[in-house]
Nanobody, 123 residues
Framework: QVRLVESGGGLVQAGGSLRLSCAASGSILSANVMGWYRQAPGKQRELVAAITSGLRTNYADSVKGRFTISRDNAKNTVYLQMNSLKPEDTAVYYC?????????????????WGQGTLVTVSS
């Protein structure tokens, strides 16, 4: 079975830093795009950052210059380095990946999600 396993998150003071990680486990063939979403209280889930297997990146305007997404293709792991954190960054952060994997004799695809991890930034 394939799944995404997250680590990181927690409480941090405004201006501080935090690094999230997310690893895809199982018989993974590839992960074309991996990214991070977040959902703040009372708000819609939004894309924070995404990265392709070729290391092209895209960021939400609200985090440009502060957050950095990276990946280790050999480990099928994606990271989100968050610097200069602000109270408005407080949200549940979710890892997402478009995974291709083997299941028996078949090559399958899955839009996988992590369980979510809460990031709280205090004033």
């Amino acid at each position: 079975q394939v799944r995404l396993v997250e680590s990181g998150g927690g409480l941090v003071q405004a201006g501080g830093s935090l690094r999230l990680s997310c690893a895809a486990s199982g018989s993974i063939l590839s992960a074309n795009v991996m990214g991070w979403y977040r959902q703040a209280p009372g708000k819609q889930r939004e894309l924070v950052a995404a990265i392709t297997s070729g290391l092209r990146t895209n960021y939400a305007d609200s985090v440009k210059g502060r957050f950095t997404i990276s990946r280790d293709n050999a480990k099928n792991t994606v990271y989100l380095q968050m610097n200069s954190l602000k109270p408005e960054d407080t949200a549940v952060y979710y890892c997402n990946a478009d995974l291709r994997y083997y299941s028996g004799s078949y090559l399958r695809s899955l839009d996988a999600w992590g369980q979510g991890t809460l990031v709280t930034v205090s004033s």
